[in-house]
């Protein structure tokens, strides 16, 4: 399982993700084996920071799942669905979101 500080911003952004499309701590708990401690930590970080990265990152990839036919209608299909909208971007996008 990994620790709070142990997430890469992907993992972060899947954290954020489910949370954003209504699913309960307690369910991402169960399906992705993050604690529940990291998973508030994760939320809490999002909610407070004036420069979050992970929010330029989530909107872009929610607009392209949003866009899935038919939507993921599991965590795990939405883990699926962000994993190939994230590979599908260009090297240096990350930057392009952090630089806006």
């Known amino acids: 399982m990994a620790g709070y500080q142990d997430l890469s911003n992907f993992e972060r952004g899947l954290i954020v993700g489910a949370g954003e499309m209504g699913h309960s701590i307690s369910e991402v ?12 930590r994760v939320y809490h970080e999002y ?29 795990m299909d939405l883990r699926t669905a962000l994993q190939d909208s994230w590979c599908e971007k260009p090297p240096g996008y990350l930057q392009t979101l952090v630089k806006k």
């Not at 708990?29 to 508030?40: A, D, L, V």
């Not at 920071?49 to 990152?57: F, V, W, Y």
């Open 47 to 75: 909610r407070v920071s004036d420069m979050n990265i992970i929010e330029p990152m989530w909107a872009a990839l929610q607009c392209v799942v949003q866009k899935r036919s038919p939507p993921p209608g599991t965590l």
């Open 29 to 40: 708990e169960m399906k992705f084996g993050y604690s529940h401690t990291t998973i508030s």
